[in-house]
């Protein structure tokens, strides 16, 4: 009888407690396989940037709007990316110039005032990661983008900023690739805390910052990683 019911107390904690440590395991494995994607698209939006910005040093003031050489090296960089990305370079009033030949047209007026304004003057020295947006906010059918910005080293006239716009849905379909079953979910946030990507969506979560809803939690994200409750 005693050894049956050391066997019953083995199966009710001991098993238990190593199938929790085989999922955290394969959690911990989903979750740096994320990452480590994750990390390669942000380096890639960097890179257009720092391309496009050693053309503008190159090339004169006024050839930036209707470049041929430079529309077909903005289609490369989008291109080598599977399309999560498009590079365009922005004015100082906010204004986007679309750099591959035919989106702007095509694109004309879907940005949105709201979303130049927002991206005016946002970019300081160095790289700027901004919060999701939207090209027509208020279209539950517009896409949810993450802008990468940088200041040109040398402006192209009014045009004095590139800009990598990341296609999060995109980004969210190559994630969820890493997700182990339904109950998981990955979160990606900004150092101070906005919420830029959840696979599986939720829906008013982009965008808002965790940390000011949740006073003290970015001490759990001080460490490279870990584990939380």
């Known amino acids: 009888m005693l050894a049956l019911w050391l066997f019953a107390g083995w199966v009710v904690v001991e098993r238990p407690k190593k199938l929790r440590e085989q999922q955290l395991h394969e959690l911990s494995a989903a979750v740096r396989a994320a990452a480590i994607q994750t990390e390669a698209v942000l380096r890639q939006a960097e890179t257009a940037l720092r391309v496009v910005d050693l053309w503008a040093l190159n090339h004169e003031v006024g050839r930036a709007r209707d470049d041929a050489h430079l529309a077909q090296l903005a289609v490369s960089l989008s ?37 130049y304004a927002d991206l005016a003057g946002r970019a300081p020295e160095g790289l700027t990661l901004g919060e999701p947006l939207q090209l027509e906010p208020g279209n539950d059918d517009s896409r949810w983008q993450l802008p990468m910005l940088m200041r040109l080293s040398r402006p192209l006239g009014d045009l004095d900023t590139v800009l990598v716009l990341i296609d999060l849905s995109r980004l969210r379909d190559l994630q969820s690739l890493f997700l182990t079953g339904p109950e998981p979910a990955l979160l990606m946030l900004r150092a101070d805390g906005t919420v830029l990507l959840r696979e599986p969506a939720l829906p008013g979560l982009m965008g808002r910052n965790l940390f000011e809803r949740l006073p003290g939690r970015d001490r759990d994200f001080a460490a490279p990683e870990g584990r939380f409750t």
Request: aromatic letters at 2%; charged letters at 20%.
């Open 79 to 115: 291109g080598s990316s599977s399309r999560l990305m498009d590079v365009m370079l922005v004015a100082r009033s906010g204004r986007v110039h679309w750099l591959q030949a035919g989106h702007e047209n095509a694109r004309k007026g879907l940005i949105s005032d709201a979303v």
